[in-house]
């Protein structure tokens, strides 16, 4: 963020030094340059914008499955892929798998719907490569829940569609303890759980 921060100051002065040289020398061309200037300006400043937006939401989620330990083991694919979700929750209530979006606010509402549908289908296909590796681990009695986290974008509250829970980061937490109401998988068994994904 702080690289992003320094261009921004140094287009700021160039754009500002190029108007003002073009007021003296009177050289229209120089007004060009800094028009562009500013275009660039924008371009690189929504980059920013997006980037700490990102970053923040990344840190709620993940400051949310902190909240979540000991009792649930988490385990961070988020950097990898491979039709994993970004991050798997092991708990007493079960297999939890979290996808994200970075689907921003600004978005306009149709494509973000096109946005959000295309992140639930990856939800929905992370989920599956957890069952189909759940069945031949612990057994298909074991229940897999799938979320997917909005991380730029506010949620509506408890929308659920074709088994993907949609959430904001703020509520991940308290949406995932109210899964372990019901004991499944002790300690052990989550252990060696955990263990077989990883190792998957």
Request: hydrophobic share 45%.
């Amino acid at each position: 963020m702080r690289r992003y921060v320094i261009v921004l100051v140094l287009m700021a002065i160039m754009v500002g030094s190029l108007f003002r040289a073009s007021q003296q020398t009177g050289a229209r061309l120089m007004n060009m340059f800094a028009t562009i200037g500013i275009f660039l300006f924008g371009v690189v400043g929504t980059l920013a914008l997006s980037r700490w937006q990102s970053g923040e939401g990344l840190k709620e989620v993940r400051a949310a499955l902190r909240s979540l330990e000991p009792d649930w083991l988490i385990t961070d694919w988020a950097q990898q892929g491979g039709g994993r979700p970004d991050y798997l929750l092991v708990g007493p209530g079960g297999i939890v798998s979290v996808s994200l979006d970075e689907t921003p606010q600004s978005t306009w509402a149709r494509i973000a719907r096109g946005r959000v549908a295309r992140s639930r289908a990856r939800a929905e296909a992370a989920a599956r490569w957890l069952r189909e590796r759940t069945g031949t681990v612990a057994g298909p009695e074991i229940p897999v829940s799938t979320i997917l986290v909005l991380i730029r974008r506010r949620a509506e509250e408890g929308f659920t569609a074709g088994g993907v829970t949609v959430l904001n980061a703020e509520t991940l937490a308290d949406y995932v303890r109210a899964l372990g109401g019901q004991a499944v998988l002790d300690e052990r068994a989550r252990i060696q759980l955990t263990r077989a994904f990883r190792s998957a």
